[in-house]
């Protein structure tokens, strides 16, 4: 297939923004089901006036489930997301290809940085639904109402995995041993300053 934007009928490249691959109709019970096999961060979204949205935390970004509904002579505004089946980030879609056994893009695409995917693996098999940063991933997520906010989000998403890249090889499955952090008494007030006087 190489680069052409379409990956053996399950996933293509979305317009609405660079790291952003849309799930073709056909494949998402297939990715759905994968979904609800893992121990992922989730987060939805039941808003009246907003698409109900499900997203769940994966790798550098994640899967977003949009549903919008509206009455049929209100046409939809022109930054609404469409209903479907997003994958955002670079990383969550080069895992779902692998894990679902689609054979993938051989280079890099455009704008894509370099990953390991066996250190991908490595990592969405130590995720935690629990996690603080893996909820927060979840929950950002869930507020893409819409395409600019979509597009924000997998901008800040990209961003943030650019700072902190996934390194290869199995010392970056492992958290290297160091002094455990000093727990900061956030139930006391300080000593000093506006509260104590």
């Known amino acids: 297939m190489g680069q052409s934007g379409v990956w053996v009928g399950l996933f293509r490249r979305s317009p609405l923004a660079p790291t952003v691959f849309e799930v073709l109709p056909g494949a998402r019970p297939r990715v759905r089901a994968w979904l609800a096999t893992q121990r992922v961060a989730t987060a939805w979204t039941r808003d009246p006036h907003a698409p109900a949205l499900e997203a769940w935390a994966l790798a550098d970004g994640g899967v977003l489930a949009v549903a919008r509904w509206a009455r049929a002579e209100v046409p939809a505004a022109a930054d609404a997301l469409p209903s479907g089946l997003l994958v955002v980030g670079f990383g969550a879609f080069r895992l779902l290809t692998a894990v679902l056994g689609v054979p993938r893009p051989t280079r890099p695409l455009p704008g894509e940085p370099l990953s390991d995917l066996d250190a991908l693996?490595?990592?969405?098999?130590?995720?935690?639904?629990?996690?603080?940063?893996?909820?927060?991933?979840?929950?950002?997520?869930?507020?893409?109402?819409?395409?600019?906010?979509?597009?924000?989000?997998?901008?800040?998403?990209?961003?943030?995995?650019?700072?902190?890249?996934?390194?290869?090889?199995?010392?970056?499955?492992?958290?290297?041993?160091?002094?455990?952090?000093?727990?900061?008494?956030?139930?006391?007030?300080?000593?000093?300053?506006?509260?104590?006087?």
């Open 121 to 197: 693996r490595r990592a969405h098999e130590a995720a935690s639904a629990c996690s603080p940063d893996e909820i927060e991933q979840a929950e950002l997520l869930a507020t893409c109402v819409d395409r600019p906010t979509l597009r924000w989000v997998a901008a800040a998403l990209a961003a943030a995995t650019a700072s902190r890249p996934l390194a290869a090889g199995a010392a970056a499955a492992r958290p290297t041993p160091g002094p455990a952090p000093r727990p900061s008494p956030r139930d006391r007030p300080p000593t000093t300053g506006t509260l104590a006087g």
